[in-house]
Nanobody, 121 residues
Framework: QVQLVESGGGLVQAGGSLRLSCAVS????????MGWYRQAPGKQRELVAA???????NYADFVKGRFTISRDNAKSTVYLQVNSLELEDTAVYYC???????????????WGQGTQVTVSS
């Protein structure tokens, strides 16, 4: 079983930046990729970015070069650097794991508590 703990969210002004972290523990042998999702109030959860064990990256179109996903295998942590934040980026951000090494991705770990990102004007 895999456990996920997200952190790093907060309140930031538009144009600001944050670095989100996702600590992974447990049985990681079936993981071939990881990703960050977000869920805004009243909206469905959506995939923001993904990174495979080989370092291949995928981003949602709305990221527009503002977000960067990375990983530190020694720390079993996946990061999401979010820059040039916009009001529309306000959401709870979650990470999850994938058995697939390429899209489409299907999350298979129970969702963590997420980390709240609030962007103010």
């Amino acid at each position: 079983q895999v456990q996920l703990v997200e952190s790093g969210g907060g309140l930031v002004q538009a144009g600001g930046s944050l670095r989100l972290s996702c600590a992974v523990s447990g049985n990681i042998f079936s993981i071939n990729a990881m990703g960050w999702y977000r869920q805004a109030p009243g909206k469905q959860r959506e995939l923001v970015a993904a990174i495979t064990n080989e370092g291949k990256l995928n981003y949602a179109d709305f990221v527009k070069g503002r977000f960067t996903i990375s990983r530190d295998n020694a720390k079993s942590t996946v990061y999401l650097q979010v820059n040039s934040l916009e009001l529309e980026d306000t959401a709870v951000y979650y990470c999850n794991t994938f058995r697939e090494a390429h899209p489409p991705y299907y999350p298979f770990t129970s969702w963590g508590q997420g980390t709240q990102v609030t962007v103010s004007s």
